[in-house]
């Protein structure tokens, strides 16, 4: 009999094991599925605790075999376009184009905004990271979910975050986050993103509670052109 209950303890862990393999290899193989597409697009919209919108909600995004992306938002009101491929971008607002460095040169809001860009990733290759960051992933209800690992929820939780000349960067306590995933016939549809924690910067203090949800759409349809002025300022 104990031999048995001990097999059984043995099998119950593998399977989980196993599970949490399966779950991270459907997530990875929508992922790729979706990068080798000609070209997809997305809509990113970002809630706060309260409710209340995100200051760059909602983007939409493009991506096209280059892994070129294309981002349009208006924060404050004021719509930007933006092209990016890695770290390398232009935007464009009231002005004409100009590179991310020299954006960021306006300091406050656009420097923040600039490193948030800087660190922005495509849908296919942020569901790659969050699978390398996610634990106990479970199937409830169509929807895979997971555990965010402390580190990753507080690199979210920084991204964007904005700060005076020379100050350091915030510091976090009490993070977590979680993630969830939708699957249709293989492919990825949407996934969301909860990010919680106290924010502290300088004299500024912040219970954040944001949750970011992704929508893909057009996949395999997706086109767009670079104008010649932004190409060049990609630098």
Aim: aromatic content about 6%; glycine content about 12%.
């Amino acid at each position: 009999m104990k031999i048995c209950f001990v097999a059984g303890i043995v099998g119950m862990v593998a399977s989980g094991l196993y599970a949490a393999e399966s779950f991270t290899d459907q997530l990875n193989n929508a992922a790729k599925k979706l990068e080798g597409q000609s070209g997809y697009s997305w809509i990113t919209t970002t809630k706060e605790g309260d409710g209340t919108p995100g200051k760059l909600s909602p983007i939409n995004g493009k991506s096209d075999t280059n892994h070129v992306m294309y981002l349009t938002m208006t924060p404050g009101g004021i719509p930007v376009e933006v092209y990016l491929k890695g770290e390398k971008g232009s935007a464009r607002a009231l002005e004409g184009w100009q590179t991310l460095d020299d954006v960021a040169k306006a300091g406050g809001s656009a420097a923040a905004i600039v490193r948030y860009l800087k660190l922005y990733q495509a849908p296919a290759v942020q569901v790659v990271g969050l699978t390398t960051k996610a634990t106990d992933l479970a199937l409830a209800d169509g929807v895979i979910t997971g555990e965010l690992k402390e580190e990753a929820t507080k690199e979210l939780l920084l991204m964007g975050s904005r700060r005076r000349e020379g100050e350091d960067p915030p510091k976090i306590a009490d993070a977590k986050g979680s993630v969830k995933f939708w699957l249709k016939d293989g492919a990825l549809s949407k996934y969301e993103i909860n990010v919680q924690g106290k924010v502290t910067g300088g004299d500024r203090v912040a219970d954040v509670n944001r949750t970011l949800t992704t929508e893909i759409k057009d996949a395999g349809s997706t086109t767009f052109e670079i104008p010649a002025e932004a190409k060049e300022k990609m630098i």
